[in-house]
């Protein structure tokens, strides 16, 4: 039987470290636990599959779910964050502007070298090769906010930006394949 949802997971917490890309981020101890707690939510869609985003604080998240699911957990490169250099920590406020102009102009470059649009087409490309041959109940993809967002965004009625704002760490959508239909929303799945 061929996938019938898609459950996009918003990593742990990670440490904040302003002298490193977010990409180079690594899970906070709490984000440890963060993560052995969200395994026990996501097991009740049944994942035979579970694939991450290389980056660290994704891809250790996917690595605990995976051992506390009896599962192995694979790496996808597509699977990303939007590409973001090193940037000085900013409050919340600045952040939040920052990123509703990434939704507000989805083909400008607002945060580093790619825009809210190639990083949707990159990731859309990823989830659809994972569930081309995915032959499982869930696939659970590891991912970050922006990049979830942006995909919900593109396939529901809804403000991508306010889903994005609500996402905490760890959080999760879950949706219908083959329509992308926005079943569920986990804000906070710690």
């Not at 917490?13 to 996501?42: C, H, I, N, T």
């Not at 985003?53 to 192995?72: D, I, N």
């Not at 490309?125 to 970050?144: F, K, Y």
């Amino acid at each position: 039987m061929k996938s019938t949802a898609l459950v996009l997971v918003k990593h742990a917490r990670p440490v904040l470290d302003p002298s490193k890309p977010a990409k180079e981020w690594r899970l906070a101890a709490e984000g440890e636990l963060q993560s052995k707690r969200l395994a026990s939510r996501l097991r009740a869609f049944a994942p035979l599959r579970l694939v991450a985003s290389p980056e660290p604080k994704a891809s250790r998240t996917g690595q605990l779910v995976a051992a506390e699911l009896g599962l192995q957990v694979s790496s996808v490169e597509g699977l990303r964050e939007l590409d973001r250099p090193v940037l000085s920590l900013m409050s919340k406020a600045e952040y939040e502007r920052k990123n509703a102009a990434i939704f507000a102009d989805l083909d400008r470059r607002i945060l580093g070298a790619e825009s809210g649009r190639n990083a949707l087409d990159r990731f859309s490309a990823a989830v659809g090769a994972e569930l081309a041959w995915t032959e499982a109940q869930s696939l659970v993809v590891i991912t970050h906010g922006t990049v979830i967002s942006l995909f919900v965004g593109a396939h529901n009625e809804i403000d991508a930006f306010e889903l994005w704002r609500k996402l905490a760490c760890p959080s999760f959508v879950v949706l219908e394949v083959p329509s992308f239909s926005l079943r569920e929303v986990m804000a906070d799945a710690a």
